[in-house]
């Protein structure tokens, strides 16, 4: 038997608690509440992904029914503060809300279809996601990394979010095998690059191949210095001489739009030279030319995964 909609605990009828004996009104969002704004976002044709962040309501059922039809027709993130005693508690005291029982939300997000966030990063990194990258319901994931070690990370990472890592048939890893060094490369999933500074004609090689196997859903560069600027800040220009080659952070976005496929880029943080300044500089003009791409970028590839398992999970949902 499928279960109705949440149980009216989840309204936030009362506006009054107690202070010192005495009873104090408290009246938050007293003329546009969470209803009438859900409902302008499923008018608005403008707006293409909705997040909101809620402690308690007051009109339970009818945000019920618009969530429902909202996320039917849009990506809509939610994180629910209050659900734990403690959280309920500075729910009370910062807006006077009941914030609701934990099952009841988590019915609510199994029969709207809204997904559910459990912390202001989560809901960011889900924005992000479903904002720049294409939709999807496609669980395979490939990942392309400079050290074995990254790629065992990732391949964990890639588990613990619900994802699966794709499996290269002969074909792919013939092709892959071909184009990597002969030793300290991998052409298994994740594929190794050797290290960090791939040759870009190699990189997009990779990238080309995995898009083309029939088998990866997205793809994840992780821990690959995406720019000439970048790899002559970590020093590596004076061991080659192909640092005049700009193209390479152009590679990602290729794929992207060649295969309509997810692509991710990891641009960790920290661990930088003298010149930190120049880099966090690199790292964000790469980041915004990612973004503005269609290229998600993320500064762990676990928070990566997470978002992208959203994405599939809502693609999905919607078959």
Known sequence: MTPGPPSPTMDDRSTTKLENGKRRSRIDACDVNEVDLAEYFLADERTSVVALYLEGLRKGRAFFDVVRRLAASKPTIILKGGLTPSGARAAASHTGSL????????????QTGATQAFAMEELLDAIAAFHHLPPTKDDQVGIVCGGGGVGVVGSDACSRA???MAEFDDRTHGKLAAILPPTD?????????????PRPAMLKAILETLAESG??????IDKIAMSVKMRRFLGYDTQVG????????EIPVLIRSRYALPVVVIQRE???????????????????YYQENGVAVYPTVQRALNALARVVAYGRRKG
Request: hydrophobic share 35%; glycine share 10%; net charge negative.
């Open 270 to 288: 920290g661990g930088e030279p003298l010149e930190a300044v120049e880099c966090e500089v690199e790292r964000r003009r790469l980041r915004r």
């Open 215 to 220: 088998t990866v859903g997205s793809i994840v």
């Open 99 to 110: 914030a609701g029982r934990d099952g009841a939300w988590t019915a609510f997000f199994k």
């Open 185 to 197: 490369a991998s052409p298994h999933n994740p594929v190794d690059c050797e290290n960090p500074f």
């Open 242 to 249: 192909w640092t005049d080659e700009p193209w390479l952070e």
């Open 162 to 164: 619900g994802l699966r």
